[in-house]
């Protein structure tokens, strides 16, 4: 029960952060909120599939939650390309003969500014996260985890 309050946390961190990119005017606030989405998503994730040592708790945990295998949050691909951001810098300055680098642009596909080598980047018309030319659909997070959070009800205080 321990680990389903701390999704409950998770979630509610995550909710918070969104209601805070919502309403941000400057990029410190957006990208502030943005991570704390990544970071309590994460966190959730982490929790529901674990590393192999602890396997059979995300099982446990995810059919008593009824979150799929195939859950939007199942993939941190993206969210390490930002937790482990140095390593992606020093990948790209290792691997580019370009010295050409735009990073946190602001609704990039609307400016086009993303093909000029643009590393993160939101478009806060669609609330979707950008890394490289991935992307990331926060509503999407965001839905998934409250989703998980109202299954959360049974078991914990929420």
């Not at 919502?22 to 309590?40: F, G, H, K, P, Y």
Request: charged share 25%; with cysteine; hydrophobic share 35%.
């Amino acid at each position: 029960m321990v680990l389903i309050g701390e999704i409950v946390l998770q979630s509610k961190i995550a909710r918070r952060a969104s209601e805070r990119l919502e309403s941000s005017d400057n990029d410190v606030d957006t990208w502030s909120s943005i991570q704390s989405i990544l970071v309590a998503t994460a966190n959730v994730s982490k929790i529901l599939w674990p590393t192999i040592k602890y396997k059979a708790r995300g099982e446990r945990l995810r059919q008593m939650l009824r979150v799929e295998n195939s859950n939007i949050l199942s993939s941190r691909k993206l969210r390490n390309y930002f937790e482990h951001y140095d390593e992606q810098i020093d990948e790209w300055f290792t691997n580019q003969s370009s010295s050409v680098y735009t990073d946190l642009a602001m609704n990039p596909s609307l400016t086009g500014r993303f093909d000029l080598g643009s590393h993160r980047g939101y478009n806060s018309f669609n609330n979707t996260l950008i890394f490289r030319g991935e992307s990331l659909d926060l509503g999407e997070v965001l839905k998934a985890l409250e989703e998980i959070l109202n299954n959360c009800k049974p078991y914990a205080l929420v």
